[in-house]
């Protein structure tokens, strides 16, 4: 069965310094791996995805994270924190029941403060 | 940008009442979606929707729930006799293709009294 597990329930940094934010996955196949950000009282905003192509993968406002299967971690960083990076965030597999549509499994999310 | 809209954003009812809690997916977006988030625990899926059918439901999505897509433009979740164990976030979503990206909306807060 797939599954996600993030490390740690709250994380806080000061601005400017960098942001790890760690998730490991369990997957039976080449998993397809998502990390979600949910600012307050907003939707659910996809952060960047990993679908087997590159193991470093680019997402938007600086993240990134990187696939790595020896680890079975998808671990979410980015070099240097902003106030506006404060936000709950997921990290998320997608469960394929070989239908029409994916089921997302989400982890049970990360609380991103950040110290001015 | 195009977004997904959720209303009403927090929804108060009594036990055993019927809810309907409305989404309207982004236009061009053929598969629907509802995940649910109850206090303190992971968000979970309930159920898709594609081409007017349900495609997966999880073990949640009893006879209780029904999805409906009425027009061109409203996905809905119904619920028939709520329980105390059905107060949750309520977030719906869209995408384009089945395997690709979801879109969600801000979730609707539903508290059953």
């Known amino acids: 069965a797939q599954s996600v597990t993030q490390l740690d329930s709250h994380v806080s940094v000061s601005e400017g310094t960098p942001v790890l934010l760690r998730c490991n996955y369990s997957?039976?196949?080449?998993?397809?791996l998502f990390w979600y950000v949910q600012h307050p009282n907003k939707g659910l905003q996809l952060l960047l995805k990993y679908t087997s192509a590159a193991t470093l993968v680019k997402g938007i406002n600086g993240f990134e994270a990187e696939f790595k299967k020896s680890e079975t971690s998808f671990h979410l960083t980015k070099p240097s924190a902003h106030m506006s990076d404060a936000a709950e965030y997921f990290c998320?597999?997608?469960?394929?029941?070989?239908?029409?549509?994916?089921?997302?499994?989400f982890g049970t999310g990360t609380l991103l403060a950040v110290q001015p | 940008e195009p977004e997904v809209t959720q209303t009403p954003s927090h929804q108060v009812t009594q036990m055993g009442q019927e809810v309907i809690l409305r989404c309207v997916p982004i236009?061009?977006?053929?598969?629907f979606y509802w995940y649910r988030q109850i206090l303190g625990q992971k968000v979970e899926f309930l159920v898709s929707f594609y081409n007017n059918e349900i495609s997966e439901k999880s073990e949640i999505f009893d006879d209780q729930f029904s999805v409906e897509r009425p027009d061109g433009s409203n996905f809905t979740l119904k619920i028939r006799s709520t329980k105390l164990e059905d107060s949750a976030m309520y977030f719906c979503a869209s995408s384009e293709v089945g395997y690709g990206e979801q879109f969600f909306g801000p979730g609707t807060r539903l508290t059953v009294l």
């Open positions: 997957s039976s196949y080449s998993p397809s």
């Open positions: 998320v597999v997608a469960k394929s029941y070989g239908g029409a549509t994916n089921k997302l499994i």
């Open positions: 236009s061009n977006h053929l598969y």
